[in-house]
């Protein structure tokens, strides 16, 4: 089939960037949308021009690098798939595909597609892991868990911290990623000691780095390739509140 | 606790606090003005009952600071938010992922501050300041506040003004109701479906119930 490409081209983090039209024909259904990324930038290459720059990498769905925002949908139409379990079967002869980085200030475009998500990484530092000593691996049955909080910590761990919550939020809030992050560590012993703790360091770090407040649209949890639910951010809000009445 | 209310989820624990206060106000307020459909005695007592009840004097200070934290931190969030996206999407497709009232929240919040103003100037300054005529009912004197309302329910611009705010207010609710229990932490899986429901039972009495009064009487001033 034959697809019209708008683009989203910039050089760099300080360039202005702009849309691109780009006429791409042989593509298959069964190419994955990054495999029809990589067909396009072939056919740049051999023309001479520079080829479309997108992050990827184990293009299985649980590396969280793929990150585009596909005709105004983050990851494109469908539900849980990243941007590389897309198919272009999703798509039709001479249909125009607008791809866009993940926009929001604290997530800047550094070239292209890509935009610099290490605001992530921040918030983790902030809180997202466990200083209390644990000493080393105990003999398991001995750590009481219940099945319902084994299950909705693994849960809340797929997280793949992606950005796609803070690219569909309209106020590009990272309340889910924060609290995928929140919920699994306070879920299980180890990191229940914390939670409170942690909850405020990591929504003041979320704060400080520019990201929005979550106005609870649910837009975020529709958007997410891994389904996270809402309901771990309203177990944020808790550990925040808690923390908060304690003074 | 400055750090408390510096923080994002700290401003929403205040819209989410006094927004549920204002929802039971609302609960309040729409059963005294129901009293309107029984007659003239009936409203004329309920209200007086409001107007001069000790523990309404007490809350109505607390009403007025509770629509201002609701006002004054949801606008501050929302100016806050909007700097977030300096640049915008081409092409942004939320139809499937959420409801339209969640994402308009603060222009349907507007709207209902506009028709307060007006409900305001149109009632409550004139109960309050204005030269009000008054009933003897068993040797007590009580405003006919009754005369007043009836009075612009009659009135098709004001019939269409007071519909509009309610189905304003319900939709504001329809997502503020199960928002205020989320950002509390006081949601889950299951309860995010009764909260939804209960949400949206309360969200149409709200509507039907302000919309039903004007629509009576300027319906009875056709028929009569």
């Known amino acids: 089939m034959e697809i019209k490409l708008k683009i989203w081209r910039q050089k760099d983090a300080r360039s202005q960037g702009s849309f691109v039209d780009y006429n791409l024909s042989g593509v298959s259904g069964d190419m994955s949308f990054l495999e029809m990324l990589d067909f396009l930038n072939k056919t740049l290459i051999e023309s001479g021009d520079e080829p479309v720059a997108f992050e990827h990498d184990c293009r299985e769905g649980i590396c969280g690098s793929c990150s585009l925002y596909i005709n105004g949908r983050p990851h494109g139409p469908g539900d849980l798939v990243t941007t590389c379990e897309l198919r272009m079967t999703r798509f039709k002869d001479g249909d125009t595909i607008v791809i866009e980085p993940w926009r929001a200030k604290s997530f800047p475009v550094i070239r292209d597609l890509i935009a610099d998500r290490s605001a992530f990484d921040k918030i983790m530092e902030a809180g997202g892991f466990i200083s209390v000593g644990t000493g080393s691996a105990p003999e398991a049955n001995s750590i009481p868990v219940t099945k319902e909080d084994s299950d909705e910590a693994f849960d809340a761990a797929t997280c793949i911290g992606c950005g796609a919550c803070v690219a569909a939020c309209k106020n590009s809030s990272a309340m889910l990623f924060v609290a995928a992050k929140v919920s699994h560590l306070t879920l299980l012993p180890q990191g229940h000691a914390e939670s409170a703790k942690r909850a405020q360091s990591m929504v003041a770090k979320m704060d400080e780095l520019g990201f929005g407040s979550c106005t609870n649209t649910g837009a975020c949890e529709a958007e997410c390739p891994k389904g996270i639910s809402l309901a771990h951010i309203a177990r944020l809000n808790r550990e925040f509140l808690k923390a908060g009445f304690r003074g | ?224």
Do not use: C
Request: aromatic share 16%; hydrophobic share 55%.
């Open chain 2, 1 to 224: 606790m400055s750090s408390f209310f510096n923080a994002s989820v700290g401003k929403k624990f205040l819209v989410s606090v006094s927004g549920l206060f204002l929802i039971m106000f609302l609960a309040t307020h729409l059963t005294v003005n129901l009293f309107l459909l029984w007659g003239q005695e009936s409203y004329n007592l309920a209200a007086h009952f409001m107007a001069t009840n000790p523990a309404i004097k007490i809350i109505e200070p607390m009403l007025a600071l509770g629509f201002l934290l609701h006002i004054t931190y949801s606008a501050w969030l929302t100016f806050a938010n909007r700097d977030t996206r300096p640049q915008k999407y081409a092409m942004v497709d939320q139809s499937e992922t959420s409801s339209w009232p969640s994402r308009n929240m603060f222009v349907l919040g507007s709207l209902i501050f506009i028709f307060l103003v007006l409900h305001l100037s149109n009632f409550w300054a004139k109960m309050k300041f204005g030269d009000m005529s008054y009933i003897d009912y068993n040797g007590v004197m009580v405003q006919d506040a009754y005369t007043l309302v009836t009075g612009k329910f009659v009135i098709w611009w004001y019939v269409i003004i007071y519909v509009a705010g309610a189905v304003f207010l319900g939709l504001h609710l329809l997502h503020g109701f199960q928002s205020a229990f989320q950002t509390l932490g006081l949601n889950n899986q299951i309860w995010r479906k009764r909260l939804t429901v209960t949400g949206t039972v309360y969200s149409i009495i709200i509507a039907a119930g302000f919309s039903i009064i004007p629509l009576y009487f300027i319906v009875n001033s056709f028929i009569n």
